[in-house]
């Protein structure tokens, strides 16, 4: 069975990056959109960024400018390059894999916290 693998979390300075990436273990036939999701304490989970198979990208107002969402067909892995990162980006993130027939995947989940 297929099992997105998440990595790149952990405790930062507001201003500083980080860089989350996500590996498919095993191989997603028929890939739709590869991104991620945010849930902080108490709050729904919530978009980040997508990208399409063409590359286009879709991302929450909240990180415009400050996050990019890529793909690297080689390795397989999908990243999220997380730049001024600040208290409120707080949360754990989740990775997320489709597929054109409009099944799932959701990675285990990495915490990120922004300290002031």
């Known amino acids: 069975q297929v099992q997105l693998v998440e990595s790149g979390g952990g405790l930062v300075q507001a201003g500083r990056s980080l860089r989350l990436s996500c590996a498919a273990s095993?191989?997603?036939?028929?890939?739709?959109?590869r991104g991620w999701y945010r849930q902080a304490p108490g709050k729904q989970r919530e978009l980040v960024a997508d990208?399409?198979?063409?590359?286009?990208?879709n991302y929450a107002d909240s990180v415009k400018g400050r996050f990019t969402v890529s793909f690297d067909n080689v390795k397989n892995t999908v990243y999220l390059q997380m730049n001024s990162l600040q208290p409120e980006d707080t949360a754990v993130y989740y990775c997320?894999?489709?597929?054109?027939?409009?099944?799932?995947?959701w990675g285990q989940g990495t915490q990120v916290t922004v300290s002031s």
């Open positions: 997320r894999w489709t597929q054109t027939t409009g099944y799932t995947y």
């Open positions: 095993g191989s997603i036939l028929r890939p739709n959109t």
């Open positions: 990208i399409t198979r063409t590359g286009s990208t």
